[in-house]
Nanobody, 125 residues
Framework: QVQLVESGGGLVQAGGSLRLSCAAS????????MGWFRQAPGKEREFVAA????????YYADAVKGRCTISRDNAKNTVWLQMNSLTPEDTAVYYC??????????????????WGQGNQVPVSS
């Protein structure tokens, strides 16, 4: 089992920045590829970003490419999502995800996999 706990959400103004954190515990963190997803009100959950086990590869959704950076520190069992130039369209609940296959994350995540509890990020205009 892998437990994931997100933090760092909260109200931000349009144009602002925010960094989400996801702390993992349980099994060896470096064995897992990590990802971030988000679900806006009335919409399905969507992929945001992913990072490989050793941080050697990162992947981004087109909607956030150039504005977001995913990073990880395996010694701290933590993955981050830095978001810049936020717009109201970024308003969503953001979820952290762990998976043995990065393709699974990029393709939408395993609904039965390891997920955090979600962290609300409202962006005001």
């Amino acid at each position: 089992q892998v437990q994931l706990v997100e933090s760092g959400g909260g109200l931000v103004q349009a144009g602002g920045s925010l960094r989400l954190s996801c702390a993992a515990s349980g099994r060896t963190f470096s064995n897992y590829n990590m990802g971030w997803f988000r679900q806006a009100p009335g919409k399905e959950r969507e992929f945001v970003a992913a990072i490989k086990r050793r941080g050697g590869g990162t992947y981004y959704a087109d909607a956030v490419k150039g504005r977001c950076t995913i990073s990880r520190d395996n010694a701290k069992n933590t993955v981050w999502l830095q978001m810049n130039s936020l717009t109201p369209e970024d308003t969503a609940v953001y979820y952290c995800n762990a998976d043995g296959y990065v393709k699974t994350i990029v393709d939408g995540g395993d609904p039965h996999g390891y997920w955090g509890q979600g962290n609300q990020v409202p962006v005001s205009s």
